[in-house]
């Protein structure tokens, strides 16, 4: 067998360094990350990249953190397998491997100049603190901002002081509900479907943006159709195994479109007949 | 004499294969007890075959004990050969010769090095070795490492193989496999040097006890070690078939291996044993190499069955290279590759039948006997296993040990059992497992 | 770095994947210098009676003493590797579940069967928690490499949940099928590289079945060939008979 | 122009011999019980001239069933360098469904981002072509699906017309292989008739079962996504991936890391997957986007028949029967598409 040096080969990662770590949750870990010489990442909002630790493997993660944040970016992982696990090991000054960034964000310049309502359940918040912060960073080049946040329980709520801060921004309409209170919680238990009908929203002008767990996307399409939100301006993001991140390897497949460079954002009116995507 | 108390009790006994224990109690001077207690937990394997295929044995008793696994196939695929009336060929009977050689080789390997010459060189086990040995330890892995090299591609693996079946081999070697195992057997000769100039070296205690020793014996040239009558040093010579007259077992209760006997008391099986009753059938080499040692028949010191594997070593890699060398010249037939499976497609006949394996297995004589209806389903299935047969035999040896040796103290005693019942390799798995001796406190 | 403490214990097994690991050969030395092996019976005397990181246990629970032993090893140790199918699915010795106990005992040991304390088969994790499986009989030493590294550096480790057929189609083997006999590779956890199709043999399912077996189609095929259904049924049981347990009286842990 | 030789039956040892010497040589050699796989081989006894679409299709020369991407060394860092691992071969006697598996391959590792790894292993192979001059036999729909015919995607093309061969020359590698191992002859007139007479008589053997034109499947797979079949196929297979495996177009792979004993350094490989396999499209969440076995079996079908034409134009089922042969569940290509055409009804 000969073997051949590729320069130019997909599978080569950037070698990064953790900047700052943070432990959100039991199971979330906060990481900051810089690529060689502080270069940007150059993403859009909704992206992710592989993350990869040699020896254990690769996992795509979404980038946490708006293009505005020029020398660094973030990622927010949660641990359930072998390279989350070792990633939660990682600490400030540590090495780890980058590809990408991969697959299709928010499409900014058309949500840009109208309303935007999120929807983020459980680990939705992610890449969606992306797209949240790019807004209000350029908050200008938008219309009303309606943000909805669900998780299970309070303390598995993520970016707690960064929701905070959009809670009291005047410029944007919050609110957020857990499926299971504890003694401390003082604001909505329950389903975050049901707190829909009563946001107050011009659905000709509003992009509704969705993000969570796959079995959130039925109900949650439902109620945003309720409101009458044509199909062509609901944006979610579809979470699918990925190997390869290049549409290669077949585990993103849905269909004849590949989840990691095809998505992972697409429009609803695009994969509604899709069978399998929702 | 001493009227001293010993109370020796060691629990798990080390560096053999399986769980034991050897208790020994001595109060005022005179032994009250002394046991080699098998409490390994019973696995039931002849229970479990019955309703079975017989197609089914040779993989099952194989898992009876994973270091006499191609030994067990052996013993297994001849008793059901026997059973359902299947004759096998000049070529798979050479080649399962060759496979009882890896075996014999392979097991005695281990035990000289890892399980006996820790003791003889007086460290704990193989691994102060490492640093105190390395060269050792390294060759003795490599020795090893051959010897499942030469399985791997013979049967697919040492422990549990895979192709060696009833009805022949599932897959034969073709010319290249043959010239590798040769090239491998071939390389090991200066390992095996320098493995005798070791154990020439070694230091055996002396101790002798008149026995009787039980083996395969036949009336042509060859070692016997896969085909023959068993024969004793008493004068025994019986057919396999009535291995039950030979054993004769009997259930104690410290033990959870059957124990046996023949013409006296207790009787030995092993490399002794075989090396005591065919001396005069050793490969030439294995021959002068036992002048060297001043290793002579009939040698009646336990300790010395370690010294009669080495030579048996020296026999096993002699006569494979013959065997293969021979099976080059006549070319491996590979229309004789065996496909078998439960006989889906009745490839082979099947009587019912009662059929008994005996084969020279690195212990000593293993039996396996079964009984199938003409569906080739095992009615009633039997096996024993050397170490059973030896247990008794131990048991006589370290009485006579522990009466000669009581000036000395607890833990010069221990040791000196230990490496006795070392010596017999015992594979406990085997009888059942375990092995573990037990000091019991006398003044109960 | 500390090194790591590994132990190895054994329980109804035939010892056959402790050899296994012994055969590895001079890569054991490769081991042996990342981390310290502080017991070993089969082939070591060392006791070691402290704690220690990596349990390696083999073998089945078959008796009341063994129950108690495999406790204190768990409350000793950190990880516990349970590795060859007797340990990881119960394997060979779960065949006994197949009889009656007394029976059984008194078709081996006759009328003086009493003595032999015997209870249900069971695999490790139905008595203590076990942090690795590492299947097979005897177990695949490249598998057991991969386990232990991924214990020592602390990550999980899956056992493939595909079939036997897909790494028997990797080398390329004729079909057992093909050649008109029943195989248990279909249903059989891959890993060991189709260890026995590569020699001529049919795969007789020691690693355990997949998580989700197709049992009425393969019972379907199997039928097809026309021989005994409870031969095919023993077939099925032979490795696997323990997994009764899962549905009836025991909890995996 | 089109350039025909000749090469004498008598000259094919010495061409065996001549290119075994210089690189590796693979051809089909019989493995008995009528199944056949590309081996090595040095002479040209060893191969079988007629065979059955061997048991693992040419591709695991293009796309190794494991291969190394990465080797990685951790002990200071993430360091790495990305390899390819090839080996300079001549594949021969590959029949012209294999030629289009290998087509479909390249344009999925050609189609961006380039495959480097799979790039720079075809280019070292090079291909020799056989014609079929029979049909395999009764799995193989290599007509239906044009493949019955040579297609390109080749150095040289053989047709056995008895006594001799007659060659294509497709590429400047192939010229090459005339040139160096001087055993070729100029092909006359004559000779190219008795390749006409050849096809014409093909085209009486090699018929479309399916009674429907294969540019109506597209249309067919539309309307077929609820069917009943699906289940039906589902609840038979056993979800053993062996389909997959021997598929000469299917390409799905897993990625993974494998350490040295040292716990530093190894490599990152690709392992060949299958979309069959329950685990495949697994989320951590515990989703598996296709759980159920009728899911699976459908993916598989319409990776064939529909995505492909879809996202390449082009399907990716080449008629050479593995799948159906090798399913002991017995779920046959031919048959799921012959219900899926009464079913609705297409003519
Ligand atoms: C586009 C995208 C963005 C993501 N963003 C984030 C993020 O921001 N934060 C975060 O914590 N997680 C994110 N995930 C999920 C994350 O990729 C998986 O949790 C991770 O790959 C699991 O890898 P592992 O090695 O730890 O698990 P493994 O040990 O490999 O497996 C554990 C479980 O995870 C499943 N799994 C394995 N690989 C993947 C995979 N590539 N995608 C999904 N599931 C997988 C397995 O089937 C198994 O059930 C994202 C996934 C995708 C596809
Ligand atoms: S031989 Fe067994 S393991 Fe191999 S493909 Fe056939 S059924 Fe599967
Ligand atoms: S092929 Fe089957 S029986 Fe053989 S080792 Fe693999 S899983 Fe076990
Ligand atoms: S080969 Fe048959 S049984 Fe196996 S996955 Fe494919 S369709 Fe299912």
Same mark, same amino acid.
């Given at each position: 067998?000969?073997?051949?040096?590729?320069?130019?080969?997909?599978?080569?990662?950037?070698?990064?360094?953790?900047?700052?770590?943070?432990?959100?949750?039991?199971?979330?870990?906060?990481?900051?990350?810089?690529?060689?010489?502080?270069?940007?990442?150059?993403?859009?909002?909704?992206?992710?990249?592989?993350?990869?630790?040699?020896?254990?493997?690769?996992?795509?993660?979404?980038?946490?953190?708006?293009?505005?944040?020029?020398?660094?970016?973030?990622?927010?992982?949660?641990?359930?397998?072998?390279?989350?696990?070792?990633?939660?090991?990682?600490?400030?000054? /540590?090495?780890? $491997?980058?590809? %990408?960034?991969?697959?299709?964000?928010? +499409?900014?310049?058309? &949500?840009?100049?109208?309303?935007? *309502?999120?929807?983020?359940?459980?680990?939705?918040?992610?890449?969606?603190?992306?797209?949240?912060?790019?807004?209000?960073?350029?908050?200008?080049?938008?219309?009303?901002?309606?943000?909805?946040?669900?998780?299970?329980?309070?303390?598995?709520?993520?970016?707690?002081?960064?929701?905070?801060?959009?809670?009291?921004?005047?410029?944007?309409?919050?609110?957020?509900?857990?499926?299971?209170?504890?003694? /401390?919680?003082? $604001?909505?238990? %329950?389903?975050?479907?049901?707190?829909? +009908?009563?946001?107050? &929203?011009?659905?000709?002008?509003? *992009?509704?943006?969705?993000?969570?767990?796959?079995?959130?996307?039925?109900?949650?399409?439902?109620?945003?159709?309720?409101?009458?939100?044509?199909?062509?301006?609901?944006?979610?993001?579809?979470?699918?195994?990925?190997?390869?991140?290049?549409?290669?390897?077949?585990?993103?497949?849905?269909?004849?479109?590949?989840?990691?460079?095809?998505?992972?954002?697409?429009?609803?009116?695009?994969?509604?007949?899709?069978?399998?995507?929702? | 004499?001493?009227?001293?108390?010993?109370?020796?009790?060691?629990?798990?006994?080390?560096?053999?294969?399986?769980?034991?224990?050897?208790?020994?109690?001595?109060?005022?001077?005179?032994?009250?007890?002394?046991?080699?207690?098998?409490?390994?937990?019973?696995?039931?394997?002849?229970?479990?075959?019955?309703?079975?295929?017989?197609?089914?044995?040779?993989?099952?008793?194989?898992?009876?004990?994973?270091?006499?696994?191609?030994?067990?196939?052996?013993?297994?695929?001849?008793?059901?050969?026997?059973?359902?009336?299947?004759?096998?060929?000049?070529?798979?009977?050479?080649?399962?010769?060759?496979?009882?050689?890896?075996?014999?080789?392979?097991?005695?390997?281990?035990?000289?090095?890892?399980?006996?010459?820790?003791?003889?060189?007086?460290?704990?086990?193989?691994?102060?070795?490492?640093?105190?040995?390395?060269?050792?330890?390294?060759?003795?892995?490599?020795?090893?490492?051959?010897?499942?090299?030469?399985?791997?591609?013979?049967?697919?693996?040492?422990?549990?193989?895979?192709?060696?079946?009833?009805?022949?081999?599932?897959?034969?070697?073709?010319?290249?496999?043959?010239?590798?195992?040769?090239?491998?057997?071939?390389?090991?000769?200066?390992?095996?040097?320098?493995?005798?100039?070791?154990?020439?070296?070694?230091?055996?205690?002396?101790?002798?006890?008149?026995?009787?020793?039980?083996?395969?014996?036949?009336?042509?040239?060859?070692?016997?070690?896969?085909?023959?009558?068993?024969?004793?040093?008493?004068?025994?010579?019986?057919?396999?078939?009535?291995?039950?007259?030979?054993?004769?077992?009997?259930?104690?209760?410290?033990?959870?291996?059957?124990?046996?006997?023949?013409?006296?008391?207790?009787?030995?099986?092993?490399?002794?044993?075989?090396?005591?009753?065919?001396?005069?059938?050793?490969?030439?080499?294995?021959?002068?190499?036992?002048?060297?040692?001043?290793?002579?028949?009939?040698?009646?010191?336990?300790?010395?069955?370690?010294?009669?594997?080495?030579?048996?070593?020296?026999?096993?890699?002699?006569?494979?290279?013959?065997?293969?060398?021979?099976?080059?010249?006549?070319?491996?037939?590979?229309?004789?590759?065996?496909?078998?499976?439960?006989?889906?497609?009745?490839?082979?006949?099947?009587?019912?039948?009662?059929?008994?394996?005996?084969?020279?297995?690195?212990?000593?004589?293993?039996?396996?006997?079964?009984?199938?209806?003409?569906?080739?389903?095992?009615?009633?299935?039997?096996?024993?296993?050397?170490?059973?047969?030896?247990?008794?035999?131990?048991?006589?040896?370290?009485?006579?040990?522990?009466?000669?040796?009581?000036?000395?103290?607890?833990?010069?005693?221990?040791?000196?059992?230990?490496?006795?019942?070392?010596?017999?390799?015992?594979?406990?798995?085997?009888?059942?497992?375990?092995?573990?001796?037990?000091?019991?406190?006398?003044?109960? | 770095?500390?090194?790591?403490?590994?132990?190895?214990?054994?329980?109804?097994?035939?010892?056959?994947?402790?050899?296994?690991?012994?055969?590895?050969?001079?890569?054991?030395?490769?081991?042996?210098?990342?981390?310290?092996?502080?017991?070993?019976?089969?082939?070591?005397?060392?006791?070691?009676?402290?704690?220690?990181?990596?349990?390696?246990?083999?073998?089945?629970?078959?008796?009341?003493?063994?129950?108690?032993?495999?406790?204190?090893?768990?409350?000793?140790?950190?990880?516990?590797?349970?590795?060859?199918?007797?340990?990881?699915?119960?394997?060979?010795?779960?065949?006994?579940?197949?009889?009656?106990?007394?029976?059984?005992?008194?078709?081996?040991?006759?009328?003086?069967?009493?003595?032999?304390?015997?209870?249900?088969?069971?695999?490790?994790?139905?008595?203590?928690?076990?942090?690795?499986?590492?299947?097979?009989?005897?177990?695949?030493?490249?598998?057991?490499?991969?386990?232990?590294?991924?214990?020592?550096?602390?990550?999980?480790?899956?056992?493939?949940?595909?079939?036997?057929?897909?790494?028997?189609?990797?080398?390329?083997?004729?079909?057992?099928?093909?050649?008109?006999?029943?195989?248990?590779?279909?249903?059989?956890?891959?890993?060991?590289?189709?260890?026995?199709?590569?020699?001529?043999?049919?795969?007789?399912?020691?690693?355990?079945?997949?998580?989700?077996?197709?049992?009425?189609?393969?019972?379907?095929?199997?039928?097809?060939?026309?021989?005994?259904?409870?031969?095919?049924?023993?077939?099925?049981?032979?490795?696997?008979?323990?997994?009764?347990?899962?549905?009836?009286?025991?909890?995996?842990? | 122009?089109?350039?025909?030789?000749?090469?004498?039956?008598?000259?094919?040892?010495?061409?065996?011999?001549?290119?075994?010497?210089?690189?590796?040589?693979?051809?089909?050699?019989?493995?008995?019980?009528?199944?056949?796989?590309?081996?090595?081989?040095?002479?040209?006894?060893?191969?079988?001239?007629?065979?059955?679409?061997?048991?693992?299709?040419?591709?695991?020369?293009?796309?190794?069933?494991?291969?190394?991407?990465?080797?990685?060394?951790?002990?200071?860092?993430?360091?790495?360098?990305?390899?390819?691992?090839?080996?300079?071969?001549?594949?021969?006697?590959?029949?012209?469904?294999?030629?289009?598996?290998?087509?479909?391959?390249?344009?999925?590792?050609?189609?961006?981002?380039?495959?480097?790894?799979?790039?720079?292993?075809?280019?070292?192979?090079?291909?020799?072509?056989?014609?079929?001059?029979?049909?395999?036999?009764?799995?193989?729909?290599?007509?239906?699906?044009?493949?019955?015919?040579?297609?390109?995607?080749?150095?040289?093309?053989?047709?056995?017309?008895?006594?001799?061969?007659?060659?294509?020359?497709?590429?400047?590698?192939?010229?090459?292989?005339?040139?160096?191992?001087?055993?070729?002859?100029?092909?006359?007139?004559?000779?190219?008739?008795?390749?006409?007479?050849?096809?014409?008589?093909?085209?009486?053997?090699?018929?479309?079962?399916?009674?429907?034109?294969?540019?109506?499947?597209?249309?067919?797979?539309?309307?077929?996504?609820?069917?009943?079949?699906?289940?039906?196929?589902?609840?038979?297979?056993?979800?053993?991936?062996?389909?997959?495996?021997?598929?000469?177009?299917?390409?799905?792979?897993?990625?993974?890391?494998?350490?040295?004993?040292?716990?530093?350094?190894?490599?990152?490989?690709?392992?060949?997957?299958?979309?069959?396999?329950?685990?495949?499209?697994?989320?951590?969440?515990?989703?598996?986007?296709?759980?159920?076995?009728?899911?699976?079996?459908?993916?598989?079908?319409?990776?064939?028949?529909?995505?492909?034409?879809?996202?390449?134009?082009?399907?990716?089922?080449?008629?050479?029967?593995?799948?159906?042969?090798?399913?002991?569940?017995?779920?046959?290509?031919?048959?799921?598409?012959?219900?899926?055409?009464?079913?609705?009804?297409?003519?």
């Amino acid at each position: 067998m000969k073997k051949q040096i590729l320069n130019n080969s997909e599978y080569i990662i950037k070698k990064a360094k953790v900047v700052r770590t943070k432990k959100l949750t039991d199971l979330e870990k906060f990481f900051e990350i810089s690529m060689p010489n502080n270069e940007s990442l150059d993403h859009d909002p909704g992206q992710f990249v592989e993350v990869s630790l040699f020896g254990v493997g690769e996992a795509p993660i979404s980038i946490a953190s708006s293009p505005t944040m020029r020398n660094s970016f973030d990622l927010c992982v949660r641990r359930v397998g072998k390279v989350t696990s070792e990633m939660h090991k990682l600490e400030q000054g /540590d090495e780890i $491997g980058i590809r %990408g960034p991969f697959g299709k964000g928010f +499409p900014i310049r058309i &949500l840009e100049g109208n309303d935007l *309502f999120f929807i983020a359940g459980g680990l939705g918040i992610v890449p969606l603190r992306s797209l949240i912060n790019y807004v209000i960073d350029n908050r200008r080049d938008f219309g009303n901002v309606n943000i909805l946040l669900g998780c299970k329980t309070p303390d598995s709520m993520l970016f707690g002081d960064e929701v905070e801060i959009w809670q009291k921004r005047l410029d944007v309409n919050f609110n957020c509900t857990v499926d299971k209170a504890d003694p /401390d919680w003082a $604001g909505n238990v %329950g389903l975050i479907t049901s707190l829909i +009908p009563g946001v107050n &929203l011009d659905p000709d002008r509003t *992009f509704a943006i969705v993000v969570g767990p796959p079995i959130m996307y039925k109900f949650v399409i439902k109620e945003l159709i309720a409101k009458k939100i044509p199909e062509r301006q609901i944006y979610l993001s579809l979470e699918r195994h990925m190997k390869c991140g290049l549409g290669r390897c077949g585990h993103c497949q849905i269909e004849d479109i590949y989840c990691c460079q095809d998505g992972p954002v697409f429009c609803y009116d695009q994969i509604k007949k899709i069978r399998g995507a929702i | 004499m001493n009227k001293k108390d010993i109370n020796i009790n060691v629990e798990y006994l080390t560096r053999v294969e399986g769980h034991g224990n050897i208790v020994v109690n001595v109060e005022d001077g005179k032994l009250e007890k002394c046991e080699l207690q098998i409490v390994e937990s019973p696995r039931f394997f002849e229970g479990m075959l019955v309703g079975r295929s017989i197609f089914e044995a040779q993989h099952i008793t194989s898992r009876i004990c994973g270091i006499c696994a191609c030994g067990h196939t052996l013993a297994s695929v001849q008793a059901a050969e026997d059973a359902i009336g299947f004759k096998p060929s000049i070529q798979t009977i050479k080649l399962r010769k060759l496979l009882l050689h890896f075996e014999n080789l392979d097991s005695h390997l281990l035990h000289i090095y890892l399980l006996v010459a820790p003791d003889l060189l007086g460290v704990k086990s193989f691994v102060p070795l490492i640093d105190s040995h390395n060269k050792v330890v390294r060759r003795a892995l490599r020795m090893k490492k051959a010897c499942n090299d030469l399985c791997d591609i013979l049967v697919g693996r040492h422990v549990h193989p895979i192709s060696c079946i009833v009805g022949g081999f599932t897959k034969l070697p073709k010319e290249i496999d043959l010239d590798n195992m040769l090239g491998i057997l071939n390389g090991m000769l200066p390992d095996m040097d320098a493995t005798i100039e070791l154990a020439r070296n070694l230091k055996f205690p002396d101790f002798e006890r008149e026995t009787e020793y039980v083996a395969l014996v036949s009336d042509d040239k060859e070692y016997p070690l896969l085909m023959g009558d068993v024969g004793s040093t008493d004068g025994v010579r019986m057919n396999k078939k009535d291995y039950k007259k030979i054993t004769n077992e009997f259930v104690v209760p410290h033990s959870s291996a059957k124990h046996a006997k023949l013409s006296r008391e207790s009787y030995a099986v092993g490399a002794l044993a075989r090396f005591n009753l065919n001396y005069d059938k050793l490969h030439k080499k294995a021959k002068e190499i036992a002048k060297a040692i001043s290793l002579k028949p009939k040698c009646t010191n336990p300790y010395l069955n370690t010294a009669a594997q080495l030579i048996e070593c020296v026999h096993c890699i002699e006569d494979s290279i013959a065997i293969i060398n021979d099976l080059k010249e006549k070319k491996i037939n590979q229309e004789e590759t065996v496909v078998v499976g439960l006989n889906e497609k009745k490839t082979v006949k099947v009587n019912a039948g009662n059929g008994v394996g005996a084969v020279e297995v690195p212990r000593g004589i293993l039996f396996h006997n079964y009984e199938v209806d003409e569906k080739g389903i095992i009615r009633k299935a039997n096996c024993i296993i050397p170490t059973s047969q030896n247990v008794n035999n131990i048991e006589f040896d370290m009485q006579k040990y522990v009466k000669e040796n009581l000036e000395r103290s607890e833990a010069e005693i221990t040791l000196g059992l230990e490496m006795l019942v070392r010596s017999y390799d015992p594979c406990i798995s085997c009888s059942a497992h375990m092995l573990d001796v037990k000091f019991i406190n006398g003044k109960k | 770095m500390k090194r790591p403490k590994i132990a190895f214990f054994d329980f109804a097994c035939c010892e056959g994947c402790q050899l296994q690991v012994a055969n590895i050969g001079e890569a054991l030395l490769d081991i042996l210098d990342i981390a310290d092996v502080v017991e070993f019976r089969e082939v070591m005397s060392e006791k070691w009676d402290q704690s220690f990181d990596i349990a390696v246990v083999e073998g089945s629970i078959t008796d009341h003493h063994a129950i108690e032993r495999i406790k204190m090893i768990r409350s000793r140790s950190k990880l516990l590797i349970a590795y060859g199918s007797c340990a990881t699915i119960g394997g060979i010795n779960g065949m006994k579940n197949n009889f009656e106990l007394d029976e059984i005992r008194k078709e081996v040991y006759g009328k003086d069967y009493k003595y032999f304390d015997t209870i249900k088969t069971m695999p490790v994790h139905h008595v203590v928690k076990v942090d690795y499986f590492v299947n097979g009989c005897p177990i695949y030493p490249p598998e057991f490499i991969t386990v232990l590294k991924a214990a020592l550096s602390g990550i999980p480790y899956d056992v493939p949940d595909k079939s036997v057929c897909i790494e028997c189609k990797f080398n390329e083997n004729i079909c057992m099928y093909e050649k008109g006999l029943t195989c248990m590779g279909p249903i059989t956890r891959a890993g060991c590289n189709s260890w026995c199709i590569n020699n001529g043999n049919i795969c007789y399912g020691c690693r355990g079945m997949v998580s989700n077996p197709n049992e009425k189609s393969a019972k379907d095929i199997l039928e097809k060939y026309k021989i005994d259904l409870n031969l095919i049924l023993n077939r099925i049981n032979m490795y696997n008979k323990c997994r009764e347990l899962e549905d009836n009286e025991q909890k995996r842990y | 122009m089109q350039i025909y030789k000749i090469l004498k039956k008598s000259n094919l040892d010495s061409l065996v011999s001549i290119l075994s010497k210089k690189q590796k040589f693979m051809a089909p050699v019989s493995k008995g019980l009528n199944k056949f796989a590309f081996e090595s081989v040095t002479s040209s006894k060893d191969i079988a001239l007629k065979y059955i679409p061997t048991i693992l299709a040419p591709k695991k020369y293009f796309m190794p069933q494991y291969e190394t991407l990465i080797e990685y060394d951790t002990k200071e860092g993430q360091n790495m360098k990305a390899v390819v691992e090839y080996e300079n071969m001549v594949l021969f006697a590959v029949h012209t469904c294999d030629l289009a598996g290998i087509q479909c391959l390249n344009i999925v590792f050609s189609d961006r981002p380039k495959d480097l790894n799979y790039l720079v292993r075809k280019n070292k192979i090079t291909i020799i072509g056989l014609e079929c001059n029979e049909v395999c036999d009764e799995y193989s729909t290599c007509a239906f699906m044009d493949n019955d015919l040579p297609n390109g995607g080749y150095d040289l093309f053989f047709t056995d017309l008895g006594e001799y061969f007659i060659v294509h020359v497709n590429t400047q590698m192939g010229d090459a292989i005339i040139n160096d191992t001087k055993l070729f002859e100029d092909a006359t007139v004559s000779h190219i008739n008795e390749l006409e007479k050849l096809r014409e008589k093909k085209r009486k053997l090699f018929i479309n079962q399916f009674g429907i034109d294969r540019q109506k499947i597209p249309e067919l797979f539309d309307k077929s996504k609820e069917s009943q079949i699906w289940d039906d196929i589902g609840n038979r297979c056993l979800s053993c991936g062996n389909c997959t495996n021997v598929c000469p177009t299917c390409y799905c792979f897993d990625v993974m890391d494998v350490q040295n004993l040292d716990l530093k350094t190894g490599k990152r490989i690709r392992v060949w997957d299958s979309c069959q396999n329950e685990t495949f499209a697994k989320v951590s969440g515990g989703e598996s986007f296709r759980e159920a076995r009728s899911d699976r079996k459908r993916h598989r079908f319409y990776r064939k028949f529909k995505y492909p034409v879809n996202r390449y134009s082009r399907f990716f089922c080449t008629g050479c029967g593995r799948c159906t042969r090798t399913c002991m569940a017995k779920i046959s290509l031919l048959e799921t598409l012959e219900l899926l055409i009464k079913e609705n009804k297409v003519k």
